[in-house]
Nanobody
């Protein structure tokens, strides 16, 4: 059974930086598309960033483009989300997701239904 576990959340000041990590076990991590989503209080969960199996294709939500960077280390079964210059509106629970659909694809998925394994989430709070 695939397991997805996030870490690295916490409290960060606006303008600072924070790196989230997500480790996947129990599957073939190096063939999966991976994504980060977030859900703020009172809002629906939304796509933040994603990358394909080898990291050559990435996608970002417009709201984080230029500030957040997604990357992966297939040797460590880990995907990262580097948050630079976070703002209070980035406060949310951040979820990591793995997609076992379309293995070894060039494309990056941006919809929740395209991901089939999810972590429990990690809280990120950005103070002003």
């Amino acid at each position: 059974q695939l397991q997805v576990v996030e870490s690295g959340g916490g409290l960060v000041q606006a303008g600072g930086s924070l790196r989230l990590s997500c480790t996947v076990s129990g599957g073939s991590f190096n063939s999966y598309t991976m994504g980060w989503f977030r859900q703020a209080p009172g809002k629906e969960r939304e796509f933040v960033a994603g990358l394909n199996w080898n990291g050559e294709s990435t996608k970002y939500a417009d709201s984080v483009k230029g500030r957040f960077t997604i990357s992966r280390d297939n040797a460590k079964n880990t995907v990262y989300l580097q948050m630079t210059n976070p703002q209070p509106e980035d406060t949310a629970v951040y979820y990591c997701a793995a997609s076992t659909y379309g293995l070894l694809m060039r494309s990056v998925y941006v919809n929740e239904f395209e991901y089939d394994y999810w972590g429990q989430g990690t809280q990120v709070t950005v103070s002003s």
